[in-house]
């Protein structure tokens, strides 16, 4: 059913679905837009909404053609939403459960589009918080670029901080997707532009490998990695490529390249990628301790590698994820102790096909098994070492071995 927002836009059908709001395509004066309009809780937060408007004049400065234009903030009764410019395409995401992973060459034209628009938006002064594949739209009626891509646009920006006013989350939360938060976002730290590229080296890690370096499990696992953990490398990435995407994810925001260096270094693999396929690699198992409780192994099976897939958690309390997996969260900030416990140095290692992560439950199983096989051959050397010594001192000949504590005295 069709309805008004405003006086000038008209919402006629539901795009998708998402914890801090319903996203639709609508009609405006200049043609198709999508609006998104954000829950009614969240539109009759008196805060939210003066933050919705401080927001407007940075939000519909920001133009280029990788970043989803915001047309108009329209703040009308109990409607609070945001005009964005409409794209023919798909989300990064969807490409993603498609094809599992990307070819390199398509992957780094991707996240190259997107450094571009992070450029312009830092430029700006606006710092997006929440880039991840679900963010990064695909235009499918344009030329295709390098590796088969399509022109990326990141989308969504302002979202993030509007909803985090600090009446809504004080500073012993985080407001973001736990795969995709830099370390001193969970620190506590305020976001700057370095969060972004964080991010952003985790998209294309993901892209990549088909999983995030440190995510699977308890997201309050994940967090803790981010922190206290350093990535691996990707069997088969292209060293050059590597090292870029180790800059940035280095803890520290300054180590890591700006947004407009990120896009030059990408641009200038892409002719050393041309053809190649996407790596075979496998994602890690996941850690016992990461595991929900749900997903914990029943007492008396056999234990199993096992995968958890990562849910969606909501951004505002009392939501839940739906259609267009929105995974942003709100959590506690961990204390100090919490995030030093429990680091093993390296994230979960990805590993060629089949072959067993280190720590990981086939591979302690496997650990078990040889342990137990060494343990076994270990008492039957010694029951024969026993059985010989015993053969050599009970002969009629004098005691070998006077001295020995079970032997008995000699007769006179």
Partial sequence: MARKIGSRYTANQILGRGSAGTVWLGEGPDGPVAIKLLREDLASDQELVGR????????????HPNVVSVRDLVVDGNDLALVMDLVRGTDLRTRLERERRLS??????????????????HAAGVVHRDVKPENVLLDMQGPLGPGGSHRALLTDFGVAKLIDSPRRTRATKIIGTPDYLAPEIVEGLPPRAAVDIYALAT????????????????????????VTETVVPLPGIPDELWQLIVQCLAKGPASRLRASELAARLREQLPALAGMPPLDVDEPDVEDGDVPAEAAPVAGEPEMPVRVRRGAVPLVPGAKPDSNRDTHTS???PAPDELAGGARGTARAPRATG???????????????????????AVTLVAAAGVGTWLATSGDGPETTPDTKNSAPASP
């Fill in 203 to 226: 998209v294309l890690y993901e892209l990549l490998a088909g999983f995030t370096p440190f995510g699977g499990g308890h997201p309050g696992a994940v967090l803790r990695r981010h």
């Fill in 104 to 121: 390199p060459e398509a992957a780094v034209a991707i996240v190259a589009d997107v450094a571009e628009g992070l450029a312009a938006a």
């Fill in 355 to 377: 072959a067993p992560r280190p720590g990981s439950a086939r591979h302690r199983a496997t650990t078990r098994r040889r342990r137990l096989t060494l343990a076994v051959a």
């Fill in 52 to 63: 919705f408007v401080q927001e407007r004049t940075a939000l519909l400065g920001l133009e």
């Fill in 331 to 333: 959590m506690r900030v």
